[in-house]
């Protein structure tokens, strides 16, 4: 696999479970100093390797949604006996001390970075084609998972806003990338709302293909209720645009308010298009607003600046 420009060998079990879990123990006979696991339901993996390398260390991390509820007593448990615990937004390391009973003191914070590979694209970005039924107008892209059980990204919302946007705007198009199962009951809301030929739905892009959708659109929202940190806002940033998100979870950790973008209430389609209205009809504003963001992207989370942070994390736990 090749991250970053660097390569390295992997060992993967196909999904299963139990062959994984050997697999690490058999690694913990090599007495390793440090592991890390890159998800909490790794935790428990961690702990059955200890029982052949009982001095080892290990750094799990985190994410959002899957720490906003406490996890399983096992998980749980594993979990709080890491070495440290990494959640890249302050937001989602509140969670892991408030839900799974992580001391504070166990709990860093690395923010999560831009892709290496995205930021290729937008080197390359003379070379990206657009998806061929991506719309002409003035695009509103979003971008996430379209799933039953994660409607607080707030696309529903989105559509909402849609039918007073239109009479003001009425070549503006809603373009929204990801997969999901709840494709059907959004396109049943656009129509409900009278707005199908306006909202577009697209998926299985590659990333020069959603560099390009970036490039193209106007402004990007995620009117989320909870993000553990929001990389599709990094995303629209390094392309200079400016985004609207929620008022909750990572995302004000994300967008500074007013600066590059918007914050609302989620569930608010009033605020949203207030929002919305406002980038379109101040498109100066709106510009001076993408590039504060992409500067921000080009200071703060370039991978150059996450992998300075592992190696800090990584040169604590070691010399620990």
Known sequence: MSVGGKEFVFTGADHGKASFTTTAIRAGRRHPKLVLAAHPHLAPVVQAMRLTAPRLKSIIWTHGVEVWEPLSALRQKSLQRATLVVAPSKDTANHVCSQQHVSKNRVRVVPWALDPEFETQIAESG????????????????????????????????????????????????????????????????????????????????????????????????????????????????????VIGGAHGGAPEVIDDGVTGYLVQHGDPVQLATSIETLLENPIIAKQMGARGKQRVEHEFRFGVFAKSVKKLLREVCES
Request: charged fraction near 20%; hydrophobic fraction near 40%; proline fraction near 5%.
């Open 127 to 242: 070379s990206n084609s657009l998806p061929a039924n991506f719309p002409s107008g003035r695009v509103i892209l979003t971008v996430g998972r379209w799933l039953a059980n994660e409607r607080y990204k707030g696309m529903d919302t989105l559509i909402t806003a849609l039918p007073r946007l239109l009479l003001r705007f009425p070549d503006l198009q809603l373009v929204a990338v990801g997969e999901g199962d709840d494709r059907k009951w959004l396109e049943h809301m656009a129509e409900k709302n009278g707005v199908r030929r306006h909202v577009y739905f697209l998926s299985g892009l590659s990333y020069a293909e959603l560099s390009a959708c970036y490039a193209a659109s106007e402004l990007f929202a995620l009117p989320s209720r909870g993000e553990g940190f929001g990389l599709v806002y990094l995303e629209a940033m390094a392309r200079g645009k400016p």
